[in-house]
Every structure is written in C-alpha cells, then in structure tokens.
C-alpha cells in the first residue's frame, strides 16, 4: 500500500504514546505509522492490542540512544514527521537514578535529531515535534501561570533531562533550520496510566485495601488533562502549529494532591460499593519527595487562541472514566505491578 507519509512515533508503548499512535492510526488511514519503542518497564504492547493489525501501523522494538539503528531506521522509512514522546518519565525513578533520564531524555532525542538532520536534506514539509512537560518551567508559587515565555527553571533531574532536551530541539533549528514544533504538557490522566504514578496508584491501592501514600502534607498542586486531550492537541500542533513555535498545553484544572486523593476515595467507594468514608481511611502522610515542585499550572490560552483547542472533559468526569477504566481492566492492572513494579515498590515506599 502507499502512503500519503512516513510518521515516527517514539514512546508509542507507553501511556500517552499509546493514546497518540491510537489516535494517528485510526485518524490518518493515508499515513503510515510507524511506533519506536523500547519496551522499558514502562512500555507494554497490551495498550495497543485494539489497533495492532491495521494496515497502517506498525511497531518496532529498539532504543533511541543507538545511533546506528536509528540511522537506519530514518534511511528505511524516510519519515516526513517525528513525534517524539519517549522518554523516562518518572520523578521518583530520576531522583534515584538520573543518569537513565540523561541517557533516554538528552542523548536519545540529540540521536533522533542527527538522524533527521542526515536525512532530511530538503527540509520543507518535514516536523520534528518533540513532546515536553510543564516541569521545565520549575514550580509556582500560590499565583501566577507558566506561559510560553516562563524561563526555564527545572529543578529535578527529570525535569532538567526534559529542559536539557528542549534547548538541543530549539537549538537544531537555530543552527542547522530543522523544522520543528514543541509543547509543554501538564500532568496527563487516563487510561494505561502506569500506576507508579499518584492517580493509578491510588486507584490501585484502594482496589487492594492498601495504604495510599501521600508526600509530605499533600498541599502540592497540578493542573490535571485527560489524556486523550493531550493526544488530540498533540494532532492539532503537528497538523496546524506555526514552524519553530512552542505551545503550552493544561487543563485549567489545578488540584492540590490531597483534595485529588480524596475525591478518587469517595469515587471509589461507591464504585466499588463501600460504605462512603471507607477508602480516605487509607491515606498515609509519608515523607515529602526531595526537592518536590509545589504547584504548576499552566496557561494554554495560546494554544486556544491560536488553534482553537480547549480540553473536553471536566476533570470529576474524566476521573470517573478513569476509574471505571481500571475497575473494567483488572487483568491489566495486575499485569504491570506483578514482577520489576514489587521491587521498586518495596524499595520506594516501604524502606
Ligand atoms: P511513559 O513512561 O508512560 O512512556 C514512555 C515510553 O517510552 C515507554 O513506552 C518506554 O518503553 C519508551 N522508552 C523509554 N526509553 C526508551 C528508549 N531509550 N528508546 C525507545 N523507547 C523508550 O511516559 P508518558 O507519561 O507516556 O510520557 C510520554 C512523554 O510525554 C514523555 O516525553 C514525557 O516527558 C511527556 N509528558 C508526560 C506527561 C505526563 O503527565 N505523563 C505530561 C507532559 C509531558
Ligand atoms: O507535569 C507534567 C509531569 O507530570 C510529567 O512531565 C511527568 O512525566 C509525570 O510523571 C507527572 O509528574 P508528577 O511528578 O507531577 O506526577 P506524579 O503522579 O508522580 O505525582 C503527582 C503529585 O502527587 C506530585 O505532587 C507528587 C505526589 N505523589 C506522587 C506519588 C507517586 C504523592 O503524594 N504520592 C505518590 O505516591
């Protein structure tokens, strides 16, 4: 079959990555799209099993730090777009390792830019878009709203890694014209959500009656977007965002953790048919995350302004999806915190 063009999508395993290739594979039947991914711990080929036989799609397993694969991969398929999402994206795991994030978030997406550069010798009609967090802009303080011209600021190594990264994306451009797009994302919520992170997590430890860990007092904020917003603004921006240009995307939806904690409890409950106050009885104040960002919150009106995109789900409606999500996906679930997850569960929380 021919296609209209070539689309990389890296990180198509993970939790958004999914959400986007689902999105471009059903969306754009005149493209082929082509996911790259590693299948680290956060990677699972179950969260695309709905689209894996289309004509259009097609996965390959591999590393975006190995230079040599990847150059091959851009002569073979001579991809007129990158999305580029995979990434280490965990702040704990950075915190305690953060040379994997050096390695994936930094050195991986300086290896994809070369491999475009050596291949694109004509640069019109090409994209590089790359796939960022509000986190670069560092923490708020209780007013204010990062923008697109917030200096950046990170302040974890994850955050740092997902900076570094961006400056060398905007800095191809600057020095070699690579056509490229970025945007900062707030925290994403939904489904295949990998439960090291606060929403699944808490879903399931309610599910198992276990202890839900809350950091320090559980007054930090994020501004919370369901994913598939962010996967349809990730469409939009690289159909319709200018050359060059960033775009912050967010809900307008700012929670502080324990108020999110405690509605997920009360949602639960009924759910799952326990008496209403059951689940909030779970909760554990445990010690604060070194260096934790007290609020982000992002202003997405230019986004809005410019390409017309707004998020389409209030947040107490994308939670409920959310969880009858996990309640409907138990097998999944129990899947992704079998084996490596116990391990870095015991370690993280109960050392
Ligand atoms: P995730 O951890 O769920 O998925 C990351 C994917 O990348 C996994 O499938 C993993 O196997 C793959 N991967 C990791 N290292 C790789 C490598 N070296 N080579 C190839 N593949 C590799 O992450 P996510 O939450 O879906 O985030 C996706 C992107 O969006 C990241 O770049 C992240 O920084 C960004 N982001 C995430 C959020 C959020 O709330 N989760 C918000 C804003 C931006
Ligand atoms: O803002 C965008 C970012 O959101 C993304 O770039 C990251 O990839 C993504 O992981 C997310 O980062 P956070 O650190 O904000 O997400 P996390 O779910 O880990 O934590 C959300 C908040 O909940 C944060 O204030 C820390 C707190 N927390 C988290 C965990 C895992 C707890 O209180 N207890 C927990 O067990």
């Keep these: ?95 305690s390792n953060p040379m994997a994030f050096v390695e994936t978030n930094v050195i991986g997406t300086v290896t994809l830019l070369n491999a475009a550069k050596s291949i694109w010798k004509e640069m019109s009609g090409k994209r590089f878009y790359h796939v960022s967090t509000d986190e670069v802009y560092g923490s708020l303080g209780d007013e204010g709203l990062f923008t697109e011209s917030t200096s950046y600021d990170p302040k974890s190594p994850y955050s740092a890694s997902k900076a570094a990264s961006d400056h060398f994306v905007r800095a191809y451009q600057n020095t070699y014209g690579m056509p490229i797009v970025l945007s900062n994302c707030s925290n994403n919520y939904g489904s295949y959500h990998f439960p090291e992170k606060l929403i699944p997590l808490t879903i399931n430890n309610i599910k198992n009656n276990e202890a839900i860990p809350v950091y320090g007092k559980g007054e930090n904020i994020r501004d919370w977007l369901f994913v598939e917003d962010h996967a349809r603004a990730i469409d939009v921006i690289f159909h319709e965002g200018k050359e060059g240009e960033t775009y912050n995307i967010g809900g307008f939806n700012e929670w502080k953790n324990i108020d999110l904690v405690h509605l997920l409890c009360d949602i639960m409950d009924s759910k799952l048919g326990r008496e209403a106050g059951t689940s909030r009885k779970l909760i554990s104040y445990i010690k ?43 097998s999944w679930l129990e899947d992704v915190t079998s084996g490596d997850y116990q391990n870095y569960y015991k370690e993280h929380y109960q050392s």
């Excluded at 959400?19 to 039947?29: D, I, P, S």
């Excluded at 150059?71 to 073979?76: G, R, T």
Aim: proline share 1%; with cysteine.
């Design 1 to 95: 079959m021919n296609f209209e063009k070539n689309i990389l999508i890296t990180g198509g395993a993970g939790f958004i990555g999914s959400h986007v290739v689902r999105r471009f594979v059903k969306h754009y039947a005149n493209y082929r799209v082509v996911n790259l991914d590693k299948l680290t711990y956060a990677g699972n080929l179950e969260n695309l099993r709905d689209i894996e036989d289309s004509e259009n799609y097609r996965f390959i397993k591999g590393d975006i730090c190995d230079a040599g694969f990847i150059q091959k991969l851009f002569e073979e398929y001579q991809f007129d777009g990158v999305i580029h999402l995979a990434a280490e994206s965990h702040v704990d795991r950075s915190i």
């Design 288 to 330: 604060d995350r070194a260096g934790h960002d007290m609020r982000y919150a992002i202003d997405a009106s230019k986004l809005k302004d410019e390409l017309g995109w707004e998020p389409s789900l209030q947040f107490e409606e994308g939670l409920e999806k959310t969880v009858d999500w996990y309640l409907a996906n138990q």
